[in-house]
């Protein structure tokens, strides 16, 4: 992962570029929960490019019933409340993806995704772009982007962040931030430094590799 | 009332030799199951999927019903290009212990005193009935079934059989179920068993012996049952106070209202297939069902290291096995680390919904299945 992925190039093509940035960090064969898995996209992907055992969990029971009739192992319910009930250490790899600013406890949800899995990832939009300070500081009004197209008063994404504000909740949390891409507005993803300035104003979003401890490097597939 | 036993599909007769062990610490020995089957057995013998049928269910999935003539009760999934699949898998459905169907239950003869069993029939539980399902396939020579498929008193049993039996099966469908039967669920039981037994025709559960029928007592019992297989909703949408056959009130007690002309046409048919003894016995097996209690109070304990791929499917506006009873097992499975599907589907035809022509099942049943099938290998 030390270079540009260029979405297109990619078998993962299909997806979008930080769903496929997220399924280029899976080991295949892995056991996998996607979490807010949404319409089974990339769990499907996983599931027929990497072979992996995997399992969502979705808030919308529309989108649950369309992924189990697409033969997903998919289960309604919510990360803030029915997290708790999974053993820990069950999964290789839990995905928080684009969904962690939408939770009532970022904190907490986070702490069960390193209980449950070995290693976890989350991608969120970062509210740190140059973009959304700019709308702020020149029309004083709340930002609304094309990542973030809701205003106000009917958004779901209701607990924001920058990238810097997630580096300190992941270290918070005892997590050690094994891997972190920055998302740019072209499509594409690139490894970057947890606490490098830049991507906190140039990217889009970002993806975070974590692990409650520190694992191994040779442990680490890629 | 009984139709000549060859019109009960195909029957498995157990001698002395091979006795099946009550719950209760009785033995049935000998009886017999009645059961159909649908499809062909593949030569890998990994395409078999059992249905577990409902309280007044049979093993007549699929085809005909020889007594009423009806068209199978799950005929809307189950068959050729539908949801389950008969060109693709291997369906065996069979009549449950303690039915009247075939398979040995009350009205049979005791072959100890050469007269029908009545109440000498020993109390059968949830687990009696999969256990002598486990005994038909081991007949049958499947090892392992693609899947477990079950509603109602059905989905009790698939829940059973993936705790007894988890390496038995490679899938589970529990559909509109419970781990247990609540408390509201054994009162009306207890309504419809009173009713039979109020019934002077009942005889104390020897009417076969003295040329009765509880007819009426088992009619009223259907009724109510019967109330709570629908809902609220779908009973306004369909009848509301619309009359029956009449312009105006008969101030008097007859069926002025289609309600009451429906539920008692649907007791009246329900007496000409179902027999009295074997309502009381499998209610009660339904009363009796508690898997958390079997493993310490502890769900998920029944299914920890669980490798059977499961699927949960609820109906909103099931009140008799709601969502929430469906979303306790599903959070015991999760609990337990097993794989499990929960979904919800939109339906205002209540408990029965599962029955009745639900394109948003048939997609579950269809996607789950074949998925299961795919991960397994099946061809």
């Not at chain 1, 839990?94 to 406890?105: E, Y």
């Not at chain 2, 559960?205 to 040329?211: E, H, N, S, T």
């Not at chain 2, 996607?367 to 099946?378: S, Y």
Request: proline fraction near 5%; glycine fraction near 8%.
């Amino acid at each position: 992962m030390n270079r540009e992925t260029p979405i297109a190039a990619r078998p993962s093509s299909a997806l979008r570029p930080d769903l496929a940035a997220i399924a280029e960090m899976i080991p295949p064969a892995a056991r996998v929960l996607d979490i807010g898995c949404g319409d089974g996209s990339l769990l499907e992907y996983l599931v027929q490019a990497k072979q992996v055992d995997g399992r969502g969990l979705e808030l919308s029971q529309q989108n649950v019933n369309h992924c189990v009739a697409r033969g997903l192992s998919v289960v309604q319910g919510d990360a803030d409340t029915d997290l708790s009930e999974y053993p820990s250490g069950v999964f290789d790899i839990v995905i928080l993806s684009q969904t962690i600013q939408a939770t009532r406890h970022p904190s907490l949800v986070l702490r069960q995704l390193l209980r449950i899995g070995t290693r976890t990832i989350v991608s969120f939009p970062n509210f740190g772009h140059w973009r959304i300070r700019l709308s702020l500081l020149i029309e004083g009004r709340m930002p609304v982007t094309k990542t973030l197209g809701h205003r106000w008063y009917d958004t779901p994404n209701i607990h924001l962040c920058t990238i810097a504000d997630f580096r300190e909740l992941a270290r918070g949390a005892g997590a050690h931030i094994e891997k972190a891409l920055a998302l740019t507005g072209t499509e594409r993803t690139r490894p970057m430094h947890p606490n490098a300035w830049g991507p906190n104003i140039f990217a889009e979003g970002a993806i975070f590799l974590l692990a409650k401890e520190p694992v191994p490097e040779k442990a680490i597939r890629q | 009332m009984r139709a000549p036993a060859e019109d009960r599909g195909r029957l498995l007769e157990l001698g002395p030799e091979s006795p099946l062990v009550l719950d209760s610490g009785k033995r049935l020995a000998p009886f017999q199951i009645a059961y159909m089957t649908y499809g062909v057995l593949n030569d890998a013998r990994s395409n078999a999927v059992l249905v577990c049928h409902a309280l007044s269910g049979d093993q007549f999935v699929a085809s005909t019903h020889p007594v009423t003539g009806k068209p199978g009760w799950w005929s809307y999934s189950v068959g050729p290009g539908k949801a389950i699949d008969t060109d693709k898998y291997f369906v065996i459905c069979a009549n449950v212990v303690g039915g009247c169907m075939g398979t040995t239950g009350p009205s049979e003869i005791d072959p100890a005193t050469g007269e029908p069993y009545g109440l000498g029939f020993p109390l059968v539980t949830i687990r009696d009935m999969v256990r002598a399902q486990a005994m038909l396939l081991d007949a049958l020579g499947i090892e392992q079934l693609l899947c477990v498929i079950g509603g109602s008193m059905g989905g009790m049993q698939v829940l059973q059989w993936a705790a007894a039996y988890p390496e038995r099966v490679y899938s589970a469908m529990p559909i509109a179920t419970a781990a247990r039967h609540s408390a509201q669920n054994i009162a009306f039981h207890e309504v419809g068993r009173q009713a039979i037994m109020a019934d002077p025709d009942w005889k104390g559960g020897d009417y076969a012996l003295a040329g009765t029928r509880p007819a009426k007592g088992l009619a009223v019992a259907r009724m109510a049952a019967h109330i709570t297989y629908l809902s609220e909703a779908a009973l306004q949408r369909k009848f509301g106070r619309e009359l029956h056959d009449r312009n105006a009130l008969s101030f008097g007690f007859d069926a002025d209202f289609q309600i009451e002309s429906y539920l008692r046409h649907q007791g009246m048919t329900f007496v000409d297939r179902f027999d009295a003894n074997s309502y009381l016995y499998i209610t009660r097996a339904m009363d009796y069902f508690d898997l958390a209690a079997d493993y310490g109070g502890v769900l998920a304990e029944a299914f920890r290291g669980s490798k059977t791929r499961f699927c949960l499917v609820s109906f909103t506006s099931d009140w008799l096995f709601p969502t929430i009873e469906n979303k306790r097992v599903a959070h015991a499975l999760n609990a337990a680390g097993a794989n499990v599907s929960f979904v919800e589907i939109e339906s205002d035809r209540g408990h029965d919904a599962f029955l009745l022509e639900e394109p948003e099942l048939f997609d579950t049943l269809r996607g789950f299945l074949g998925a299961a099938a795919a991960v397994k290998g099946v061809r």
